[in-house]
């Protein structure tokens, strides 16, 4: 009959839509109609629940990114009152394009890709579809059962915390590091009060009276920024790390009240048994962290001391950390509080979601232009986001810690 559409329209977020064809006369008026309305769909749908770990207010997108994937020609689909712990009313979603979804059961069915701040739990594992894209901190190292509920999904899991850029930095991660780094000396001061069960001792001291004695376990951005608000507050401060060429650095930067030790056994026990602040900040990019204080270690710290363990996400670094929430955030072992939230940024959204999305939606927006596939594909950073993909785990650590085959990623991307 006469010319067709050539090149029809690829799936929703694998690339640009091709223009149409000048159709034959008879056709000319649907031919036109189906161009406009292909032109109009969005080219990615986007999907934004409400975060529902315990005590978690962030939000995984402010209104100005809503607007930036709009503009773009992608639909944004946040629920209801998502927005709501950071302060963001839906109106201001609303105002800048996106649509307002009643329920999160929804925003997983229509959306193409969905982006959180912290990983699915179990209420939301049969929500993920088969071919979904989930964009957020999944941390899967910490949790089997996660693990193998978005192998089982089929969905493509790129992991904020995993993603790498070529001068080594985790730049999805560091806006948190420095947010968890500064509050750990703010919730160990407080834990290190009387009322809280703690010693009762005030970080700076006083004249006539020394300063309390915190340790810093892991040099890296969560440690550095202990280690500064620590020295704000007055406090006698050691760094312990592995990496000398990093303690030398901190060495240079940091005021006189802080000093560096190379980390080892020996070291870490002397330390701690002094303190009366422990901080824990070391990292292993995708994997468990490593235990570095053991239980007998604990048991030989001052009555009342603190520790705060920033790892716990990841598993801890102290053999007596198990998870708490912003709730009931402490408990006691051999004397000793410890406070373990693993999603310490939560409590202060105002200041860790603007801080997050900063970073997170340059990424949003190439997976949303490109799709998971060729962004990955052609954009290092998001390759080393991927962690699962269609059933398959393409990160190496993972797959090691629970004894699941491991794809290469490029197998995926092929």
């Known amino acids: 009959m006469g010319a067709a559409i050539a090149n029809p329209d690829t799936h ?8 149409c064809r000048r159709a034959p006369q008879n056709l000319h008026a649907l031919r036109t109609t189906m161009c406009a309305l292909r032109r109009s769909e969005p080219s990615m749908i986007v999907g934004v629940p409400k975060e529902i770990k315990p005590d978690e207010y962030r939000v995984a997108l402010v209104p100005a990114g809503a607007e930036t994937l709009t503009e773009a020609g992608h639909e944004v689909l946040i629920e209801s009152q998502a927005g709501l ?11 800048a394009g996106a649509r307002i979804v009643s329920q999160a059961r929804d925003i997983y069915s229509q959306a193409d890709m969905i982006v959180k701040v912290k990983e699915p739990i179990e209420a939301e594992y049969s929500m993920v579809r088969s071919g979904q894209t989930l964009f957020t901190y999944f941390h899967f190292a910490a949790s089997e059962a996660l693990t193998r509920a978005m192998v089982g999904s089929g969905a493509v899991c790129i992991a904020y915390e995993t993603i790498q850029t070529a001068d080594g930095t985790l730049p999805l991660l560091t806006p948190m590091s420095e947010v968890a780094g500064r509050m750990a000396v703010q919730e160990g001061a407080k834990y290190l009060e009387r009322p809280m069960e703690g010693r009762g001792i005030l970080l700076s001291g006083v004249p006539g009276v020394a300063p309390a004695r915190v340790v810093v376990l892991g040099g890296g951005v969560v440690g550095a920024n202990a280690a500064k608000v620590a020295a704000g507050f007055g406090a006698d401060v050691l760094v312990l790390d592995i990496n000398l060429e990093r303690l030398r650095y901190l060495d240079d930067i940091m005021p006189p009240n802080v000093t560096t030790l190379f980390s080892n056994k020996h070291n ?12 824990g900040s070391v990292l292993r990019r995708g994997a ?11 048991s030989t710290m001052r009555k009342g001391a603190v520790v705060v363990d920033v790892a716990v996400d990841q598993g801890g670094c102290f053999e007596t950390t198990r998870p708490t929430t912003h709730s009931a955030p402490t408990y006691i072992v ?15 959204a105002g200041t860790s979601t603007y801080a997050l999305t900063n970073e997170t939606l ?5 997976l949303a232009k490109d799709g998971w596939r060729q962004a990955a594909a052609s954009h290092m950073p998001l390759k080393l986001g991927l962690n699962i993909a269609g059933g398959k785990v393409v990160f190496p650590d993972i797959a090691e810690q629970f004894g699941l085959p491991l794809t290469p990623v490029d197998e995926v991307l092929d």
Not at 269 to 274: G, V, W
Request: hydrophobic share 40%; glycine share 10%.
């Open 85 to 95: 712990g950071t302060g963001i009313a839906d109106e201001e979603y609303q105002a």
């Open 268 to 279: 870490v026990r002397q330390a701690i048994r002094e303190a009366d602040l422990v901080i």
């Open 288 to 298: 468990k962290a490593p235990v570095l204080v053991t239980r007998e270690m604990i």
């Open 12 to 19: 929703p977020g694998s690339g640009p839509r091709k223009e």
């Open 362 to 366: 340059q990424y949003v927006r190439r």
């Open 334 to 348: 051999d004397g000793v509080v410890h406070y373990c939230v693993a999603n310490m940024p939560g409590a202060v």
